[in-house]
């Protein structure tokens, strides 16, 4: 007699999560779509509303979906994952097949104030441009970034377009930095008033709150940039290498 190896089938909720998942990234349901209910997934597959629950539930854990109480449940907009707390936002973006943006809210040659001079390893009278942007991807506002630069290593940076280029990219290009490895630190918080008009979100909502500083090579300063991101749409890996 010969041996059969039998099929083993996957749960019958996984089945139901796949079929969902197969239908977002196809682009049939799209962010904000609203999926079935429980109940019409139960009956749609001849499943009991635990089995419909379950594959609703790794949905939402997984941040492809949503709850709102008493509406139901509805497609996620998607998460820009593993966004490096060193690689620019500019190379994270294109990375993740979304298309780079910002809208400069000031750029301007400052004296900086002793905290930030102390951060960019500033000589006593030495000046800094600020950079404040709203970043976005693909059209949509996902951060804020204010950016101190100090004024030695790019003295024409208020003559670049930085609405589409990546900072790194013009300090490498056109100033000749050789931009090596950064230190950052992120916290959880709630968006302020104007972080929240500036991203599309309601005060309160949470948001990232990063805080990078950049070095060269020789351990040289070539940035210090504070960043509120939305929470919703970013998962953090930090990594000290400078990703090429």
Same mark, same amino acid.
């Given at each position: #007699? @010969? ?15 796949? $079929? ?5 990234? &196809? $682009?049939?349901?799209?962010? $904000?779509?609203?999926? *079935? &209910? !429980?109940? !019409?997934?139960? +009956?749609?597959? $001849? ?7 379950? =594959? ?21 907009? @998607?998460?820009?994952? +593993?966004?490096?707390?060193? /690689? ?5 973006? /294109? ?6 943006? @910002? ?19 500033? *000589? !006593? ?26 004024? /030695? ?6 003559? !670049? ?31 302020? %008033? +104007?972080? =929240?008009?500036?991203?599309? #979100? ?6 990232? &709150?990063? /805080?990078?500083?950049?070095?060269? *090579? ?8 504070? @960043? ?13 290498? %400078?990703?090429?």
């Amino acid at each position: #007699m @010969s041996a059969r190896t039998a099929t083993i089938q996957p749960p019958l909720y996984f089945r139901i999560e796949q $079929g969902i998942l197969k239908r977002i990234q &196809s $682009g049939e349901l799209k962010p $904000g779509d609203q999926l *079935a &209910s !429980e109940a !019409e997934l139960a +009956e749609q597959h $001849g499943v009991s509303r635990i089995t419909a629950k379950r =594959a609703l539930d790794d949905l939402v854990q997984q941040g492809l979906a949503f709850r709102q109480q008493g509406k139901g449940t509805f497609v996620a907009r @998607s998460r820009i994952r +593993e966004i490096s707390g060193f /690689r620019s936002f500019t190379e994270d973006i /294109r990375a993740r097949g979304l298309v780079p943006s @910002s809208r400069i809210l000031l750029l301007k040659e400052i004296q900086p104030e002793a905290d930030i001079r102390d951060r960019l390893q500033l *000589a !006593e009278g030495e000046r800094a441009f600020l950079l404040k942007r709203v970043r976005f991807a693909d059209g949509d506002p996902v951060a804020i970034e204010t950016a101190h630069v100090p004024r /030695r290593i790019c003295p024409t940076l208020a003559r !670049e377009d930085l609405t589409k280029g990546s900072l790194f990219e013009i300090l490498q290009t056109r100033f000749g930095v050789v931009i090596s490895w950064a230190d950052s630190e992120i916290e959880a918080r709630v968006a302020t %008033r +104007e972080e =929240a008009l500036l991203l599309g #979100m309601k005060a309160g909502q949470p948001v990232l &709150s990063a /805080r990078r500083i950049t070095f060269s *090579a020789n351990y040289d300063v070539i940035e210090s940039v504070d @960043s509120v991101y939305r929470g919703d749409r970013f998962t953090f890996y930090i990594d000290r290498q %400078r990703i090429s």
